[in-house]
């Protein structure tokens, strides 16, 4: 039941970050609201299935943008196992942990992609994407992972003690 | 069961999925991506699906801010001004046509795009339905398909100018590359002087909706407001669509050469309807 609760949310998160999420850009950063979710429920459900979690994640990412295939797939599933390790395993699930694994993986997902930007020529200024797109983003992926966080946190709870 | 195994060979997991995936990868974008028409069979029923669900949430995101925009704004001013600016741009673009046509010759008329500038083309009208995941790749994906004539390369245009090209395809949505995408190239003329010159795409410029010159010969007449339309080479552009003006010159990074900005015609940020030139035809 969890299962297709995780799946609903990550097609919601979906539709949201490309119908929706970039109408609340904050000085042009937005969040990256897959990605946040991805790494909430991986705080939550441990390190083995946040990777399973990121790999269909990326994986779906990567069918529906078309173009190059493979980046998210593999980026999402280190984010996940990544989450998961540091948030059930080291530090324990509760929303600090969550808000501050989501900033700073997110800033890592920015950072790795800024220099696939660059070795792909797609763009140079690593600088600018950095500063003025990745870390904003990362700050604002945070915010919103607390309260994913807490939907993640109180949907668990919640089945776990009706079961 | 597969979580007690996951468990116990966690890294060899992660190892093998990195292969695996990193050999389909290599396979796809060195094999795949630029030789076949349409995206493979599990993008497309992915985008099948998905598609119609986005399309109904711009749909309706789209009209909920147009119901607010009609209160918190004066409506009157709003709809003279956005009828005068269509007269603008009208007029804009036939001062260029104008300009262009006076400084043509007969054996460059034969070479140009006539097509194009009578409308001859066949174009099929289409509605922006998502925007990449990353909101600064420059992807739009459109609610048209094969389904619909559109093929890979198709040229996406507005009413005021370059929107970009179709890089993806499938039976009922299409991906475009916009012309401020990272990456994007589009090879450009400036019609007073005749100048080839090419403009470029980049994140900065995605976030800004604006487009960068560069190299721009110390020589050259470049001016602030100059017009900018396609050049026709390249392969994938015809001539003669209108792209934007120069907003802004500057010294290009290596000290000699120029750059401008391009301020397009076409405001990415609310674009919601767009037309696809069926290139193919």
Same mark, same amino acid.
């Given at each position: 039941?969890?299962?297709? @609760?995780?799946?609903?949310?990550?097609?919601?998160?979906?539709?949201?970050?490309?119908?929706?999420?970039?109408?609340?850009?904050?000085?042009?950063?937005?969040?990256?609201?897959?990605?946040?979710?991805?790494?909430?429920?991986?705080?939550?459900?441990?390190?083995?299935?946040?990777?399973?979690?990121?790999?269909?994640?990326?994986?779906?990412?990567?069918?529906?943008?078309?173009?190059?295939?493979?980046?998210?797939?593999?980026?999402?599933?280190?984010?996940?196992?990544?989450?998961?390790?540091?948030?059930?395993?080291?530090?324990?699930?509760?929303?600090?942990?969550?808000?501050? @694994?989501?900033? @700073?993986?997110?800033?890592?997902?920015?950072?790795?992609?800024?220099?696939?930007?660059?070795?792909?020529?797609?763009?140079?200024?690593?600088?600018?994407?950095? +500063?003025?797109?990745?870390?904003?983003?990362?700050?604002?992926?945070?915010?919103?992972?607390?309260?994913?966080?807490?939907?993640?946190?109180? &949907?668990?709870?919640?089945?776990?003690?009706? $079961? | 069961?597969?979580?007690?195994?996951?468990?116990? =060979?966690?890294?060899?997991?992660?190892?093998?999925?990195?292969?695996?995936?990193?050999?389909?990868?290599?396979?796809?974008?060195?094999?795949?991506?630029?030789?076949?028409?349409?995206?493979?069979?599990?993008?497309?029923?992915?985008?099948?699906?998905?598609?119609?669900?986005?399309?109904?949430?711009?749909?309706? +995101?789209?009209?909920?801010?147009?119901?607010?925009?009609?209160?918190?704004?004066?409506?009157?001013?709003?709809?003279?001004?956005?009828?005068?600016?269509?007269?603008?741009?009208?007029?804009?673009?036939?001062?260029?046509?104008?300009?262009?046509?006076?400084?043509?010759?007969?054996?460059?008329?034969? +070479?140009?795009?006539?097509?194009?500038?009578?409308? $001859?083309?066949?174009?099929?009208?289409?509605?922006?339905?998502?925007?990449?995941?990353?909101?600064?790749?420059?992807?739009?994906?459109?609610?048209?398909?094969?389904?619909?004539?559109?093929?890979?390369?198709?040229?996406?245009?507005?009413?005021?100018?370059?929107?970009?090209?179709?890089?993806?395809?499938?039976?009922?949505?299409?991906?475009?590359?916009?012309?401020?995408?990272?990456? %994007?190239?589009?090879?450009?003329?400036?019609?007073?002087?005749?100048?080839?010159?090419?403009?470029?795409?980049?994140?900065?410029?995605?976030?800004?909706?604006?487009?960068?010159?560069?190299? &721009?010969?110390?020589?050259?007449?470049?001016?602030? *407001?100059?017009?900018?339309?396609? %050049?026709?080479?390249?392969?994938?552009?015809?001539?003669? &669509?209108?792209? *934007?003006?120069?907003? =802004? +010159?500057?010294?290009? =990074?290596?000290?000699?050469? =120029?750059?401008?900005?391009?301020?397009?015609?076409?405001?990415?940020?609310?674009?919601?309807?767009?037309?696809?030139?069926?290139?193919?035809?």
């Amino acid at each position: 039941m969890t299962g297709w @609760i995780t799946t609903g949310i990550f097609i919601i998160s979906y539709i949201l970050q490309t119908t929706l999420i970039y109408k609340i850009a904050l000085f042009g950063a937005v969040p990256n609201i897959v990605l946040t979710v991805v790494i909430c429920y991986s705080v939550t459900a441990g390190r083995e299935r946040g990777a399973i979690a990121g790999l269909a994640a990326g994986f779906a990412v990567d069918l529906l943008s078309g173009g190059g295939f493979g980046f998210q797939t593999l980026m999402f599933m280190y984010v996940g196992a990544m989450a998961g390790m540091f948030g059930s395993s080291i530090f324990g699930k509760n929303a600090l942990t969550a808000t501050v @694994i989501t900033g @700073i993986l997110s800033l890592g997902y920015g950072i790795i992609t800024a220099i696939a930007f660059y070795v792909t020529k797609q763009d140079r200024n690593i600088g600018y994407i950095l +500063l003025r797109q990745e870390f904003p983003s990362a700050l604002y992926n945070s915010v919103a992972g607390f309260f994913i966080y807490m939907l993640f946190d109180n &949907i668990y709870r919640g089945f776990y003690r009706r $079961n | 069961m597969l979580f007690d195994f996951l468990k116990k =060979k966690f890294l060899a997991f992660i190892i093998m999925i990195t292969l695996i995936v990193g050999v389909i990868s290599a396979v796809n974008n060195i094999w795949f991506n630029d030789k076949t028409e349409k995206v493979n069979m599990i993008s497309d029923a992915t985008g099948i699906v998905i598609s119609p669900v986005q399309g109904a949430f711009t749909w309706v +995101l789209g009209n909920i801010g147009d119901i607010f925009n009609y209160f918190g704004t004066n409506q009157k001013s709003n709809e003279e001004n956005a009828v005068l600016k269509k007269h603008v741009v009208e007029l804009e673009r036939q001062l260029l046509e104008m300009g262009t046509y006076k400084d043509e010759n007969n054996r460059l008329r034969e +070479l140009l795009d006539l097509k194009l500038r009578n409308n $001859n083309y066949e174009t099929v009208g289409a509605e922006i339905i998502s925007r990449d995941i990353n909101n600064w790749s420059g992807i739009l994906k459109i609610d048209k398909g094969t389904i619909n004539g559109i093929s890979k390369n198709d040229v996406v245009i507005e009413n005021t100018g370059l929107v970009g090209y179709v890089t993806d395809v499938g039976t009922t949505w299409a991906n475009i590359t916009t012309i401020v995408a990272p990456g %994007s190239n589009v090879s450009c003329i400036l019609p007073r002087t005749g100048e080839i010159v090419m403009i470029e795409g980049s994140v900065s410029d995605n976030r800004n909706g604006t487009c960068t010159m560069s190299y &721009i010969p110390s020589e050259s007449t470049i001016a602030v *407001g100059e017009a900018v339309e396609t %050049s026709g080479e390249g392969g994938i552009f015809p001539k003669g &669509i209108f792209i *934007g003006r120069v907003e =802004k +010159l500057s010294t290009g =990074k290596n000290g000699i050469s =120029k750059e401008a900005v391009i301020r397009p015609t076409v405001n990415f940020k609310i674009l919601r309807e767009v037309l696809v030139i069926k290139m193919s035809e």
